[in-house]
């Protein structure tokens, strides 16, 4: 086919996938290289093989989006069904909803309060000493007051993070609703939905067209990019530079298996917020396909550590340190001609599947502007720092 390796693509999840295709559909001759054995990514989904039960892989993962555009997109590709997701804690012995709702506040407390009470309530009880929050717990404490933070975020922060709160970012608290409803949806999106047969099924839609070819099992080195037009890589930004740099650091999670007859814990996932339970949460999987029935059920303890040298990353850390040391890969990618860094290893940030497939669009469409124009393709079209 003419035109056919022009175009690297490094990765084929959810970036790479709708990056190949959109410029395979714009005439251009597409190579994805793939270092695992599937496509999709850390949103790949295949059958548990003892109980039939449609399995993420690599933990759960709910498509929920405002973008009308990204949501018809992953629709033509993928039938959805409707899918909120409802997520439990574990504290302290007993069972509440989350994000921390008026349910939540009444159960926490011992009330019935209605939500003007509730809101008044919690204002009291928060700390607003601290007028501008240096850290997460300040956060915290600013925004729920100690009791509520206590038992619902300090332990499961330090699971998550393997660091004490006070060394994170208050950012990261500011992601979290507080609701004075019974509303318990975890999120505010209007477009929320599961593939019916998961997301690989749905990348693999996206990869069906003949300018794509896919290599799985190969891994990419700078030297493989020789010979083609452009390279767009979604793989972890220091390993692009063979860590000469040292490593950027992430979390890691352990998977351990749990395989039960019948329901196992009533939910999808079910959080612990308890320091000493070792796992942040449980994940039931076959509640994400409630449509679906099975004889047994199979169910994964997650366990979150430091990631090391031969882990898969899954969450970016971005301290103090980590991102002083992604200034200088900022600056040794952007010195790189023909190479684009995209999604969530390549600009080294925690992205959402549907802010994802949004910038993924989005470089996609601006090389082929700098394409028609003759004019180079930056390294980053979105800045990690």
């Not at 693509?9 to 410029?23: D, E, K």
């Not at 303890?301 to 898969?312: F, K, L, N, Q, T």
């Not at 190479?339 to 082929?368: C, K, N, P, Q, W």
Request: contains cysteine; aromatic residues 12%; neutral net charge.
């Amino acid at each position: 086919m003419t035109g056919r390796g022009r175009i690297l693509v490094v990765g084929a999840g959810l970036s790479g996938a709708v990056i190949g295709r959109l410029l395979a559909e714009a005439g251009l001759g597409v190579t994805i290289l793939e270092a695992r054995d599937h496509i999709a990514g850390n949103c790949h989904t295949r059958r548990d093989p003892a109980t039939g039960v449609l399995v993420h892989v690599y933990g759960p993962h709910i498509f929920h989006t405002d973008d009308a555009e990204v949501w018809d997109y992953v629709r033509g590709f993928a039938t959805f069904r409707p899918y909120l997701n409802r997520v439990k804690t574990t504290v302290a012995g007993k069972v509440y909803s989350l994000p921390v709702n008026l349910h939540t506040i009444n159960q926490f407390f011992g009330r019935a309060m209605n939500p003007d009470e509730a809101r008044a309530f919690i204002a009291g009880r928060a700390e607003a000493t601290i007028a501008e929050p240096a850290n997460f717990e300040e956060q915290a404490l600013k925004f729920i007051g100690r009791d509520l933070y206590e038992a619902f975020f300090r332990g499961y922060t330090v699971k998550q993070w393997g660091c004490a709160p006070t060394e994170l970012p208050a950012a990261i608290l500011r992601r979290l609703p507080l609701r004075f409803s019974y509303d318990d949806n975890y999120f505010f999106h209007r477009f929320q939905g599961m593939p019916e047969e998961g997301y690989t099924a749905m990348v693999a839609g996206i990869l069906d067209h003949p300018g794509i070819e896919v290599r799985l099992g190969h891994r990419f080195a700078r030297a493989t990019g020789g010979g083609h037009d452009h390279v767009f890589y979604s793989g972890p930004l220091d390993g692009y530079f063979d860590f000469e740099l040292g490593r950027l650091g992430y979390r890691t999670l352990d998977f351990e298996r749990v395989e039960h007859a019948g329901d196992f814990q009533g939910c999808a996932v079910m959080n612990y917020g308890d320091v000493e339970v070792p796992w942040t949460r449980i994940a039931e999987h076959g509640h994400f396909a409630p449509w679906e029935r099975h004889d047994r059920s199979v169910a994964f303890r997650e366990y979150s550590r430091a990631c090391g040298p031969g882990d898969i990353p899954y969450y970016p850390i971005r301290l103090v340190a980590e991102k002083a040391l992604l200034v200088r890969y900022v600056e040794r990618a952007r010195a790189e001609a023909g190479v684009s860094f995209v999604g969530r290893l390549g600009t080294y940030r925690y992205l959402d599947m549907d802010v994802t497939i949004r910038e993924a669009l989005d470089a996609a469409r601006a090389f082929l502007r700098h394409r028609a124009a003759g004019t180079a393709m930056p390294a980053f079209t979105v800045a990690p720092l």
